[in-house]
């Protein structure tokens, strides 16, 4: 259990990191406002009065990497879970299949995470983030989490 925590925060704060610089590096390119990208974050927990205080920008970064190591520790459970069901996940496999796995899964679980997350959760939660970050460009920063992820995984499997 202590590993799972300990993989699955690690693998989740690197993931939501790799979130927060592509976001970074779209904004720096003018493609928005990280300001408001991490107010819209704090706005979904505690309304527009904290969102938009000095402390907003904070706050968002926080609950980003707070919920990037949940959703760390989550999708590392699972995939313990997996990899004790399917042979080619074993360490005793072929390390290039093992390696396209374990790719693929971190793939369609981060996507499947962006899905849900901008199709049923934040319309019902957030809409106004939906026009700060639309969808599609949400899609590359999730999956940016899921290479990384990926990487880390495969790195853990040998």
């Known amino acids: 259990m202590k590993k799972i925590l300990k993989v699955g ?5 690197v993931g939501a990191l790799a979130e927060v610089g592509y976001m970074s590096l779209h904004a720096w390119f003018g493609g928005g406002s990280a300001r408001e990208v991490l107010s819209s ?8 009065e904290v969102a938009w205080s000095n402390t907003g920008i904070l706050l968002g970064l926080a609950i980003h990497l ?6 760390g520790v989550a999708i590392y459970s699972l995939y313990l879970f997996v990899t004790g069901r399917f042979e080619a996940l074993k360490k005793e496999g072929d390390p290039a299949i093992r390696f396209s796995y374990i790719m ?9 995470v962006w899905a849900v997350n901008f199709y049923v959760i934040l319309p019902q939660v957030n809409s106004h ?5 639309p969808p599609l460009l949400a899609l590359p920063s999730k999956l940016s989490f899921g290479l990384l992820m990926g990487l880390m995984l495969s790195r853990e499997a040998e």
């Open 9 to 13: 925060a690690l693998i989740g704060f």
């Open 66 to 71: 707070g919920l990037g190591v949940i959703m």
């Open 104 to 112: 693929a899964y971190s793939m369609v679980a981060l996507f499947a």
């Open 41 to 48: 974050v704090t706005y979904t927990f505690f309304g527009s």
């Open 129 to 133: 983030f939906l026009q700060v970050v």
